[in-house]
């Protein structure tokens, strides 16, 4: 017997009452979420600090450590991103499309909820507040899977989510988190078949590698970020050395930041000192071509693995190429098909690369720290879908629904 199937029945029969409930309802649900983050602040930080001290002991390394952290401004912040979904309409029950036949039978299509959704993440106790109140506004019951790092985070915070939403007079089961994060426990959770309707993977390459190759229920792919930036022969250097700063540099542990810079030939002389001194300084490595190297006295010669990997941290792979046609070849070649931005004034060269460029979000002149359900204009999303179906990008509400069709008729038949 599949251990998480406890959990599977209680989440199946919650959803039920989730498909009745009205918008009021839900949104009174969300605004009572915030308001008890906000009280048990002090509660939830109390048990971020139990899986800090571990996470501290285990050698985890800093940018990781920030992923876990949690501070007043983070929690009112997590509260903020659960209130700002009460600004946005319900997508459940929308009228898609609506057609009446030649023989006057009606036929509807309407938005519905997924059902339930599992999702299984590593150390970013926000995420269980995020998921679990974007999955409640789309009408979907929740089963989280958090990573160990952050376990007693987790706990805490879905405790606080479970008694808030039972006062609003939900079902408290609409959001529930797997009591133990063993590999067993994922296993279990990926093979939920009958009770889970996906499963939606957050965090590093291994994890989402597990979930896609070991799951037997459907899963939405979200990606790791592989994220580039090319700046073109073009580029106004001031410009190009601030997106690239910002990519890399605003926040390293999370998955729009950028891990791979392209100079090109003709101005790499000049935009690689300016570009990877500034980051330097800000004590990020840099992993460099021969080419690179050859350039910056400071720079480590990059193998082949540099240039596919995550780094989540304060390093980054650099290459010199000729033109945007091996800079998007490059691209096709390492990229995890997330976010990638070219730095220019040609707009011969943005059209080729953002036609060109398979990648879920496609920047022409700006960071790829914009890659986001907020800074989208979504809300909060569920994670950012690398893959083509069911959804890509960031993953707002509409994207975690689904849809049926509703046939009126007055007894015809076939």
Same mark, same amino acid.
């Given at each position: ?37 906000? *009280? ?15 996470? %501290? ?21 997590? &509260? ?7 600004? !946005? ?5 929308? #009228? $898609?499309?609506?057609?009446t036949r030649e023989n006057g039978i009606k036929i509807t299509k309407i938005s519905v909820p997924l059902g339930v959704i599992g999702i299984i993440y590593e150390a970013r106790p926000n995420v269980t507040s995020d998921a679990a109140a ?9 089963? !989280? ?12 915070? *879905? ?59 459907? #899963?939405?792919? *979200? ?5 580039? &930036? ?11 050395? @601030? ?34 001194? %500034?980051?330097? @300084? ?9 080419? #690179?190297?050859?350039?910056? @006295? ?55 690369? *953002? ?33 083509? $179906?069911?959804? %890509? ?22």
């Open positions: 017997m599949n251990s998480l199937t406890p959990l599977g029945i209680k989440a199946k029969e919650a959803s039920k009452s989730l498909n009745l409930a009205s918008s009021d309802l839900k949104n009174k649900a969300l605004r009572f979420i915030a308001e008890a983050l906000k *009280t048990d602040c002090k509660e939830i930080i109390s048990a971020n600090k139990k899986d800090l001290e571990i996470a %501290r002991q285990n050698g985890m390394s800093k940018a990781m450590i920030d992923r876990l952290s949690l501070d007043d401004k983070r929690v009112f912040a997590m &509260a903020d991103g659960v209130l700002a979904l009460l600004e !946005l309409d319900d997508p459940i029950g929308k #009228v $898609l499309e609506e057609r974007i999955a409640l506004k789309a009408g979907s019951a929740v089963i !989280l899977r958090g990573g160990k790092e952050a376990f007693n985070s987790n706990l805490k915070i *879905t405790e606080v989510m479970r008694n808030a939403i039972a006062r609003a007079g939900l079902d408290k089961d609409c959001i529930q988190l797997v009591p133990d994060t063993s590999r067993q426990s994922a296993h279990d959770l990926m093979t939920l078949n009958g009770y889970l309707d996906v499963l939606i993977p957050r965090g590093g390459a291994g994890l989402i590698k597990a979930a896609v190759e070991n799951s037997t229920v459907p #899963v939405i792919e *979200t990606g790791t970020g592989n994220c580039h &930036a090319f700046i073109d022969e073009s580029a106004d250097i001031g410009m190009a050395s @601030d997106i690239v700063f910002n990519g890399k540099v605003q926040r390293p542990s999370v998955c729009n930041a950028l891990e791979s810079l392209l100079i090109h030939k003709d101005i790499a002389k000049k935009a690689l000192p300016e570009i990877c001194g %500034r980051l330097k @300084d800000a004590g990020v490595e840099i992993r460099g071509c021969s080419k #690179v190297c050859e350039i910056l @006295d400071f720079a480590v010669l990059a193998n082949e693995d540099d240039f596919a990997k995550e780094f989540l941290g304060y390093t980054i792979s650099v290459k010199v190429v000729k033109d945007v046609f091996e800079a998007v070849e490059h691209i096709q070649k390492y990229s995890t098909r997330h976010s990638e931005v070219i730095v220019t004034k040609n707009a011969e060269n943005a059209k080729y690369f *953002t036609c060109v460029v398979d990648s879920a979000a496609v920047y022409v002149n700006a960071s790829t720290r914009f890659t986001d359900g907020g800074e989208f204009g979504l809300g909060a999303e569920i994670g950012i879908s690398t893959q083509k $179906l069911h959804a %890509r990008g960031p993953m707002g509400l509409s994207e975690i629904t689904s849809y049926k069709y509703i046939i009126s008729g007055n007894g015809q038949i076939r």
